[in-house]
């Protein structure tokens, strides 16, 4: 634009606050995510297992269709700690399905095509494009695991009155909880595997060697030297560690042959990758690069 014709305006319209700013990543990341009929279809299904919670839920209370369905009370499984807790872990599955969909694809194409430096030279921090890339994750995660779960929760709640939430006060916690501390781990892990591995089928692997071939290590461990502490390397073990106890169920759970694994191993575990997660992610999000 030549400048005697002083044509140009600033931009005078709305601004976005900065606390909102880092929430334009997941808004356009989403458009990209659902134009998927797969994941829709995906998503779809990972809702069975909830729907079949919510009729065992209401067929508890319902003796006219217990009479129908020529049932005995006994027959039906009880809505307790351990109900919840199966269906965080089917729910777990399927947000772990859903992160290696999605996850890949959400920082590799910025640093494959050089968009770092565009995103970063706005007013927009390191830390804002992280969190609006974890948003996405998180977002999408959550109505799969806690958002479902919690809804049943409170239709148990309300179909058994007080009595069963006074003994089952900490159940809701767990599914919080619990599915809050699985989602972080998840979309830390694949947002830093994003982050270093540009080609999404490459990066699917990785993320299934993360989970699988490092806890068939530490099996091999626990096997040959008769110990649990090759459980740190099984991801998915250590989760429902963690589980196991808030929702009460320690008792329960045995890993390995050398027993159960205190919690905080697990949580130790859990925490050490994601800050490893986090590194990675700190030397991999930046406005330049460094071309050797």
Known sequence: MAVYEHTYRPYTGPVTPERRRFLVLPRYAFEEVFRSRLLLAFLIVSFVPIL????????RHNASAIAFLDLQLAQLLPIDGIFFHRLLSIQGTFAFLATMFVGPALVSPDLRNGAMPLY??????????VLGKLSVLVILLSGITWVPLLLLFLLQVALEKGAWLAQNVRVGWA???GSGVWILVLSLLALAISAWVKWKPVARITLLVLFFVLAGFGTAINETLDTRWGTLLNLGELIDVVWS?????RESY????????????AWGALAAACAAALGLLSKRIRAFEVVR
Not at 120 to 129: D, G, Q
Not at 245 to 249: H, I, K, P, R, W
């Open 175 to 177: 599914i919080f909880a």
């Open 245 to 249: 106890s808030m929702f009460g169920l």
């Open 120 to 129: 970063l030279s706005r007013p927009f921090t390191r830390r804002e494009y």
């Open 52 to 59: 079949a919670g919510a009729v065992l839920i209401y067929l």
């Open 254 to 265: 045995l890993s390995g042959t050398g027993g159960a694994l205190p919690v905080w191993a």
